[in-house]
């Protein structure tokens, strides 16, 4: 068994930390203060490379493993989670998807400009009345002719007022369920789509764009469809588990961060004559926290290695999201704790850490449904 990552891989970290310590992490408290991240850091993030990676060479990525991607989101989370989850969206859940179920016609015509980050990317699966119950989705997909025309509405959509293309889930009748469901890969300049902010303040990922969709009599060609009539809900649970270790490595990054900072923090801070770091229950507040930030790496590293062999990894990956997005819940709260009264304010980035973290164990499906993916795969169907 080897822990180590290649050459290749480290070469991949090293640089997306230079990248994120010098182009993310500093204007992270500023972007969350204005609440948005500016166009010319998600531009910057294309001319990079880095919203593009993990997409064949031949469509203008680098040919990453889920490994090195794993390693990349790590860094980007550990700077700041609003971006790190602009670009999971849109390399995980958006590019990887239309890789794997793309036609030769759309790859070529949607990867390149996605891996260049002149177009971005947002999934819309989330409504009003189906969130973790994706399958009892209420927007409608009619078939007419040449087209399907949909109507409906989307919350929640990360990326969306500001994304060129979108993978839309739609049903063409309720009581089909699951089967009922497809999924478009539509261009997001098309009649009858509107689109706004999501309404009220965020807890966290303040930077981050979330939008309201709503579709009125939206005509689609047939030839948008993303995989057959009806296997939409087998695409947006494959595109899940790339998003899920995409937000298992954001959520290990964080952790990381929580530690970073903590140590820090216990090292210059004195109080009774010393620092802090030398009283016994701060030590054991490190301990854990390193434990924890260890414990989540080896599981996100796991996922992404299962999945570069190519196996089903949906129990594994589920496992790395609950367990890196739990610890690093742990960790920001600790971390916000040991910094006492400078922790409360954003003076000191812990803060933004621990409203962000929460936000991890939500999206991409809660920590009780990811429990529940856990479990039935271990206990499996009644026979
Ligand atoms: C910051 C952020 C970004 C997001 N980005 C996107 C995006 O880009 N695209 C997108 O489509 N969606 C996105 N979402 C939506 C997100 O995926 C949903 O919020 C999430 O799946 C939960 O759905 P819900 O909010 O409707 O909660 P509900 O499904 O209503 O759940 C409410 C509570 O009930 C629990 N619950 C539900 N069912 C069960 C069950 N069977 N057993 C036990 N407990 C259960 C849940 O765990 C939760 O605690 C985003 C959300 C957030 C907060």
């Known amino acids: ?21 010098t182009r993310v992490a500093p204007f992270a408290r500023a972007m969350d203060e204005r609440g948005e991240m500016p166009m010319e850091l998600i531009h910057e993030l294309g001319a990079h490379g880095w919203l593009g990676g ?10 990453w493993d889920n490994v090195s991607l794993a390693l990349c989101y790590e860094e980007f989370g550990r700077a700041d989670s609003s971006v790190r989850g602009l670009m999971t969206v849109h390399m995980s859940l958006v590019a990887q998807c239309i890789l794997k ?7 070529k015509i949607f990867l390149p400009k996605l891996a260049r980050g002149e177009w971005i990317g947002c999934y819309a699966l989330t409504e009003p009345n189906a ?19 949909l109507n409906g509405e989307k919350i929640w959509i990360t990326n969306g007022n500001i994304a060129d293309v979108a993978i839309v889930f739609a049903t063409r009748a309720q009581s089909l369920k699951h089967k009922g469901i497809c999924a478009f890969l539509v261009e997001t300049n098309l009649k009858g789509f509107t689109r706004e902010k999501m309404r009220g303040q965020e807890l966290g990922h ?3 764009d979330h939008a309201y969709f709503r579709f009125e009599n939206m005509r689609v060609s047939k030839s948008a469809l993303l995989g057959n009539v009806g296997e939409g809900f087998k695409v947006a649970m494959s595109a899940l588990d790339h998003g899920r270790l995409g937000v298992a490595a954001g959520a290990l990054g964080v952790a990381q961060a929580c530690l970073d900072a903590s140590v820090d923090f216990a090292r210059t801070r004195r109080q009774f004559g010393q620092r802090i770091g030398d009283f016994e229950m701060i030590q054991s507040v490190i301990a854990n926290m390193a434990a924890d930030v260890d414990a989540s790496r080896m599981l996100v590293y796991r996922a ?31 971390a916000v704790l040991l910094h006492g009264g400078r922790g409360y304010s954003n003076e000191y980035p812990v803060e933004r850490y621990y409203r962000d973290i929460k936000g991890l164990q939500i999206y991409e499906g809660t920590s009780h449904i990811q ?3 856990i479990a039935r795969d271990i206990i499996g169907k009644e026979s």
């Open 371 to 373: 429990r529940i993916v």
């Open 101 to 107: 179920w793309g036609t030769d016609e759309q790859k």
């Open 1 to 21: 068994m080897n822990f180590s990552p290649t050459d290749s891989q480290q070469k991949i970290q090293q640089c997306a930390r230079d990248f994120a310590n």
């Open 206 to 208: 303040r930077a981050s």
């Open 304 to 334: 992404a290695w299962l999945q570069d062999q190519g196996q089903r990894a949906t129990r594994e990956t589920s496992i790395a999201k609950l367990f890196a997005t739990e610890a690093a819940m742990r960790a920001a709260s600790e």
């Open 54 to 63: 993990a997409l064949p060479k031949e469509y203008g990525g680098e040919g």
């Open 131 to 149: 969130g973790s119950d994706a399958a009892s989705m209420e927007t409608t997909a009619d078939e007419y002719e040449n087209e399907f025309i």
